[in-house]
């Protein structure tokens, strides 16, 4: 099976494009599928240095598949959405210099005016809680909201730690 993200990669010229594009559609959903995951885990993982090279990736996919909801209509947003985590992205890696980076990180997702549970993702590096942040961002609610947070003390406890509470067993 061809890498197709990795021709994306290597296209150097506008030309290159069209053709790419042609070979891909034809091949269907299967290979149009790994493609966008592909991209999908470039975006959970590319840093500061490659914002840039994130939006050309970008303008070329949806050049080479302008109509991905043609294919699946499950992608008829993608373009939507990968374009709001690196604008995301972009703006996380303004806001938050490199030397404030480090250490353990978490998102927070919760609608204060619904009965629903809040959503943590607890335990992340940077890049992880910024990929995540950007991620939910894109589909946020009116009344929704979504927090990225460095956690500057951690207490761990788990129902076996034999010194710590125990659970009320008769339950």
Same mark, same amino acid.
Do not use: C
């Given at each position: 099976?061809?890498?197709?993200?990795?021709?994306?990669?290597?296209?150097?010229?506008?030309?290159?494009?069209?053709? &790419?594009?042609?070979?891909?559609?034809?091949?269907? %959903?299967?290979?149009?599928?790994?493609?966008?995951?592909? &991209?999908?885990? *470039? #975006?959970?993982?590319?840093? @500061?240095?490659?914002?840039?090279?994130?939006?050309?990736?970008?303008? !070329?996919?949806?050049?080479?598949?302008?109509?991905?909801?043609?294919?699946?209509?499950?992608?008829?947003?993608?373009?939507?959405? %990968?374009?709001?985590?690196?604008?995301?992205?972009?703006?996380? %890696?303004?806001?938050?210099?490199?030397?404030? !980076?480090?250490?353990?990180?978490?998102? #927070?997702?919760?609608?204060?005016?619904?009965?629903?549970?809040?959503?943590? *993702?607890?335990? #992340?590096?940077?890049?992880?809680?910024? *990929?995540? %942040?950007? *991620?939910?961002?894109?589909?946020?609610?009116?009344?929704?909201?979504?927090?990225?947070?460095?956690?500057?003390?951690?207490?761990?406890?788990?129902?076996?730690?034999? @010194?710590?509470?125990?659970?009320?067993?008769? #339950?």
């Amino acid at each position: 099976m061809h890498d197709y993200f990795a021709q994306l990669k290597e296209l150097r010229s506008g030309a290159e494009i069209e053709p &790419f594009g042609k070979a891909l559609r034809e091949a269907g %959903f299967t290979p149009v599928r790994k493609f966008l995951d592909e &991209f999908r885990q *470039y #975006l959970r993982t590319y840093e @500061d240095a490659e914002i840039a090279t994130a939006s050309e990736l970008l303008e !070329r996919a949806m050049k080479a598949v302008p109509e991905p909801g043609r294919i699946s209509p499950s992608w008829a947003y993608i373009w939507r959405e %990968f374009k709001g985590i690196i604008r995301t992205k972009a703006q996380i %890696f303004k806001d938050v210099p490199a030397s404030r !980076r480090d250490g353990e990180w978490q998102v #927070l997702l919760d609608n204060p005016f619904s009965n629903q549970n809040i959503a943590v *993702y607890p335990g #992340l590096t940077f890049i992880e809680a910024a *990929y995540m %942040f950007a *991620y939910f961002r894109t589909e946020l609610a009116n009344n929704e909201y979504v927090r990225l947070q460095k956690i500057a003390t951690v207490m761990t406890i788990s129902g076996a730690d034999s @010194d710590g509470l125990q659970p009320i067993a008769s #339950l």
